[in-house]
T-cell receptor
Framework: DAKTTQPTSMDCAEGRAANLPCNHSTISGNEYVYWYRQIHSQGPQYIIHGLKNNETNEMASLIITEDRKSSTLILPHATLRDTAVYYCIVRFENSGYALNFGKGTSLLVTP | EAGVAQSPRYKIIEKRQSVAFWCNPISGHATLYWYQQILGQGPKLLIQFQNNGVVDDSQLPKDRFSAERLKGVDSTLKIQPAKLEDSAVYLC?????????????FGPGTRLTVT
């Protein structure tokens, strides 16, 4: 799996958009970008993934740059419940292997 | 649908004692994972099962950790003897099959404190 770099921590005001960046400059052509989050005292939860096109679901949007060397997870209207650690992982779509988590970004949403 | 169940939720033991954790994955999920999460770090895979066979145990400290998944359903993870550095949250996860391993469902974890 390609290596990823994320900021250690970020703050966001409730109701504003939270934009979480991830650098993955060594990503290969067939590797996808996956995002997970881990709320305190819970296990990680899958959010979204994409290859090169922007993706959106009910939880978030994923913007991948044209050169695919970086991406941004967007939570359009952050709530206090979005306070969590967010992990960016790069891997092949049908990889049969476990998830390789880094340290992630600790997002604090404030009132 | 019921989620991944784990027990106990919390355990405190002294070093050199033994401990066992139990996991019941989501019904029908063939792949089961055990992760160790030390405070401030992301989860790290200990062992991955496909049905009742081991797929990856390269990061399992085999001198003290063991795991089994009899009948390809429930799984137990054992530590014997425990060390102080084993203090962590032990997470169990399952996925429908290996090729959908990105969509893993995690249990609540067992928080182990070794004193």
């Amino acid at each position: 799996d390609a290596k990823t770099t994320q900021p250690t921590s970020m703050d966001c005001a409730e109701g504003r958009a939270a934009n979480l960046p991830c650098n993955h400059s060594t990503i290969s052509g067939n590797e996808y970008v996956y995002w997970y989050r881990q709320i305190h005292s819970q296990g990680p939860q899958y959010i979204i993934h994409g290859l090169k096109n922007n993706e959106t679901n009910e939880m978030a949007s994923l913007i991948i740059t044209e050169d695919r060397k970086s991406s941004t997870l967007i939570l359009p209207h952050a709530t206090l419940r979005d306070t969590a650690v967010y992990y960016c992982i790069v891997r092949f779509e049908n990889s049969g292997y476990a998830l390789n988590f880094g340290k992630g970004t600790s997002l604090l949403v404030t009132p | 649908e019921a989620g991944v169940a784990q027990s106990p939720r919390y355990k405190i033991i002294e070093k050199r004692q033994s401990v066992a954790f139990w996991c019941n994955p989501i019904s029908g999920h063939a792949t089961l994972y055990w992760y160790q999460q030390i405070l401030g770090q992301g989860p790290k895979l200990l062992i991955q099962f496909q049905n009742n066979g081991v797929v990856d145990d390269s990061q399992l400290p085999k001198d003290r950790f063991s795991a089994e998944r009899l009948k390809g359903v429930d799984s137990t993870l054992k530590i014997q003897p425990a060390k102080l550095e084993d203090s962590a949250v032990y997470l169990c996860a399952s996925s429908f099959r290996r090729t959908s391993s990105y969509e893993q469902y995690f249990g609540p974890g067992t928080r182990l404190t070794v004193t």
